[in-house]
DNA sequence: CTAATTTGTGATAATTCTATGAAATTGAAA
DNA sequence: TTTCAATTTCATAGAATTATCACAAATTAG
């Protein structure tokens, strides 16, 4: 899963932070522009998934810089502005603008905008929250996971080891690999560990035999064929 | 799950089959119409979830029929044209279409707007006055809950939070989370703050075991199983 | 078959996280 | 300003989870 990397051009540095400090949060990679000539010239050297373009700024304002941007790219552009005339709604949208945020807006109005937004440009692909894998159901926003039906609780990393096994099922994962992945990539512990964690999943799982040991070289998660 | 009833509303046979074909294979139940007025008569015997709107169509275009169906129903609408011009665009949006996609498009790209389509607009009927979850009635405009018909005072953060968790009932949420959503994106206090909240909230609740720690994550409303 | 290597297991120590009550602070109403 | 409820912070006990170790079991190679 490659990063969405988003391009946010404000004159204002707090605001700036603080949408950088929400994307973040929610799994986007951000570079900042002061300005639109700032933000092109980014553009030149980078691809974005996104803009955030905002609207009032000194010098050149947001309309001329998202006419300059779609000279350049069919990039999709979020509008921000205090102002929250139909008129600029109107005007940005015409100018190629692809959606409009008015200031104040709530963290979730935006994240929620930018999801939007990216599935109608069909930039972002389609994350499950819910997976099935023969008796299996994990439902990763609920951190829930059923085996036939029967909830079975599992522990913080039982779970996340899980959800890494199976988001790369039929590939055999060494020790070295679950540990960065799921452990962290500054963590140094025992590859034991993974063993410990491996066998208590298998006994939550029961019978069924969905983690495969490979001698040797580590672990894999397959549904077994029936 | 019962089945999304969709309106066809379309001058050209060929096209109605098509959209209906694609739309069966993803599961979708679909009615036809070959002109607004028929449309507009199918709309009054049977709900829909979802009508799809050419905008090029003899006697009356879509945008006038759009128009009528926002006087009767605020059913989500999507445009269909083959003209890609943005004024389209922008006077369709206008005129109360929720999404707008231009032909020629692929069956993947129609199904994902209509998906993505609903569940917007699901998150907008999702702000319902009331609701009630096992024995918990929450009133959001009277800002009022009741347990098991008893009116239960809650507190404007114990309420705010509430509101969230149920809103977001079945995901596991971070502290994080429920501060940038709860008390705002400005918000940098301590994630115990969340915790003291809880605690009351359960209290207040009580019995019933709607609010669940997720370890190492955060908290989850969910109604328990009866 | 035997030795070498790798993996499974259970117990336990160490760590991390949460619940809780009380104290401190804030904020709104009187 | 005073008062009082609401909110936040803080400290800590206790709960839950996790890491590690030692050894048993299993697998492979020679």
Not at 6 to 33: K, P, T, W
Not at 166 to 172: D, I, K
Not at 188 to 209: A, E, F, N, P, Q
């Amino acid at each position: 899963m490659n990063p969405v990397n988003v391009l946010i051009i404000d004159d204002e540095e707090d605001m700036r932070n603080l949408v950088q400090m929400y994307l973040e949060n929610s799994g986007f990679h951000c570079v900042h522009a002061s300005d639109g000539a700032e933000g092109l010239k980014k553009m030149q050297e980078q691809d974005f998934d996104l803009v955030i373009l905002d609207i009032m700024m000194p010098f050149e304002d947001g309309f001329a810089v998202c006419s300059k941007i779609r000279t350049l790219s069919q990039v999709p552009i979020i509008l921000l502005s205090a102002k929250g005339e139909e008129w600029d709604k109107v005007r940005g949208l015409q100018l190629g603008g692809d959606d409009y945020i008015v200031k104040p807006f709530s963290p979730g109005e935006l994240v929620a905008r930018i999801h939007a937004l990216l599935r109608r440009t069909s930039v972002i692909k389609n994350e499950e929250d819910a997976i099935t894998l023969g008796k299996i159901n994990i439902d990763k926003k609920g951190r829930k996971v059923h085996v036939e039906g029967e909830n079975v609780p599992l522990t913080l990393k039982e779970f996340e080891l899980l959800v890494f096994l199976v988001e790369h099922r039929g590939q055999a994962l060494s020790r070295e690999q679950l540990l960065e992945f799921v452990w962290g990539m500054d963590y140094h512990g025992s590859l034991r560990t993974v063993d410990t964690h491996i066998k208590t999943l298998r006994m939550k799982l029961g019978t069924g035999d969905y983690i495969q040991t490979i001698w040797g070289v580590g672990y894999k998660f397959e549904v077994p064929a029936t």
